[in-house]
C-alpha cells in the first residue's frame, strides 16, 4: 500500500463524521479508499454529484459520508428512495402541495422532500425511476433555487446539495429519450462508480466481521465464522454485494443453533460455487502431490483465520484446532 493511500487512511480515519456513518464505514481496498478520498475533496463545493454502481454497494453509506464531511453536516440528509414512490405522488412528495389543493389533499397542505433539503443535502436515490414530466420540473427547481408547491401562487428559495445516485445507465435512458439530456448534465457534474463486492475481496472480510460484530451484539449472541465459511464467502460472486452480505449474516447469526458457523449452513448458491471453486483450486494444484495440494490449502484456511481473528488463539477456534497444532502449523509455513 503506498504512502499516498496510508496518508488518506489516517486522513479518513480522523475525519469527524457522525456516528452513524463512522459506524457504517469500513474501507480496505485502495480503489475504494481514492473514491472516499474523492468524496472527502467534494464535500466542501456544492458540486452535484452522481454516485452510479450495482444495488446493493453502499452507494447510500457514500452520499451519507459526502454531507457529514460537508458544511452541511447540521442540516437535514434528505434521502429519498424513488423506487419505492408511487409515480402519481411523485410531484407532491417531492414539491409539497398546499391546503385543499388537490381532492384527497391534507387539510394543513403538505411540505415536499426538497423543501425539507433547505440548507442541507437532498439525496435522490434510483433517479432513473423519475418521470420525464417531474425531471423537467426537477431542473427547473435546480436553475431557479426556488420550488413551487401544488396549488402555491408564489414559489418557495431552496438551497441544497444534490446528490444522485443509480443503477441504471443513464447514458442509454438519454439516448432512449426516457431521461432529459440537460438534467442529465446538471446531476453528473462529478460521477463517483462504486465497484461491485466482487472486484474488491479484500473487502469481503472486513465487512464480514464489521456485520457479524454487529449482529453478535443486537442478538446478545457469540457466533463466529468457521474457515470454510470465509472460504466460501471470498470465492462466492455476490450479485447482491454487500447488501446480500449484509443480509446473509444477519440470517446465519439469528437461524444458526451452534456458535460456529459452518458452511453447510450456507444457502444453496454457495454450495454451487464451493464445488466450482474445490474445481478450480483442484486444476491449479494439477502436478503437485497429494501432500502438497493439502499444504497450500491449509495456508488459505490459516491465513483467512488469522486475517479475520484478533488473536492466534480465535483463529485456532475458528479451524476447529488447538492453540498448539496451530503454532506448530505456522511454524512448518512461515506464517
Known amino acids: 500500500m503506498g504512502m499516498r493511500v496510508l496518508a488518506l487512511e489516517n486522513h479518513l480515519r480522523n475525519l469527524q463524521v457522525d456516528a452513524e456513518v463512522s459506524q457504517k464505514l469500513v474501507i480496505a481496498n485502495k480503489e475504494m479508499y481514492n473514491i472516499y478520498g474523492k468524496a472527502l475533496r467534494l464535500a466542501s463545493t456544492t458540486v452535484s454529484v452522481m454516485l452510479t454502481g450495482e444495488s446493493g454497494t453502499g452507494k447510500d453509506v457514500l452520499a451519507k459520508f459526502i454531507h457529514q464531511s460537508s458544511p452541511r453536516r447540521d442540516q437535514n440528509f434528505i434521502h429519498v428512495n424513488m423506487a419505492a414512490i408511487p409515480k402519481p405522488l411523485f410531484e407532491s412528495e417531492l414539491f409539497g402541495y398546499t391546503p385543499g389543493s388537490f381532492t384527497g389533499a391534507a387539510r394543513q397542505g403538505k411540505e415536499g422532500l426538497v423543501q425539507l433539503a433547505n440548507g442541507g443535502t437532498l439525496f435522490l436515490d434510483e433517479i432513473g425511476e423519475l418521470p420525464l414530466d417531474i425531471q423537467a420540473k426537477l431542473l427547473q427547481v435546480i436553475q431557479d433555487k426556488e420550488v413551487r408547491a401544488i396549488g402555491a401562487i408564489n414559489p418557495t428559495p431552496v438551497d441544497f446539495r444534490i446528490i444522485c445516485a443509480t443503477n441504471r445507465d443513464l447514458r442509454q435512458m438519454v439516448s432512449d429519450h426516457t431521461f432529459r439530456l440537460d438534467l442529465y448534465h446538471r446531476l453528473t457534474a462529478v460521477e463517483l462508480t462504486i465497484p461491485p463486492l466482487r472486484e474488491r475481496r479484500d473487502e469481503i472480510l472486513p465487512l464480514a466481521t464489521f456485520f457479524l460484530n454487529r ?93 479475520n481473528s484478533a488473536s492466534a488463539a480465535e483463529a485456532a477456534q475458528r479451524l476447529g484446532i488447538d492453540a498448539s497444532t496451530l503454532s506448530k502449523k505456522r511454524k512448518r509455513y512461515g506464517l
Open 215 to 307: 449482529f453478535n451484539q443486537q442478538n446478545h449472541t457469540d457466533k463466529y465464522l468457521t474457515a470454510n465459511v470465509l472460504q466460501a464467502f471470498t470465492s462466492y460472486s455476490w450479485p447482491g454485494n454487500v447488501r446480500e452480505l449484509q443480509h446473509l449474516i444477519e440470517s446465519l447469526v439469528v437461524l444458526c443453533p451452534d456458535a460456529a458457523i459452518t458452511a453447510d449452513q450456507l444457502p444453496a448458491e454457495f454450495q454451487a460455487d464451493r464445488q466450482q471453486a474445490l474445481i478450480a483450486s483442484a486444476s491449479r494444484s494439477e502436478g503437485l502431490s497429494l501432500k502438497q495440494a493439502v499444504a497450500q490449502l491449509e495456508i488459505q484456511l490459516i491465513e483467512a483465520a488469522l486475517k
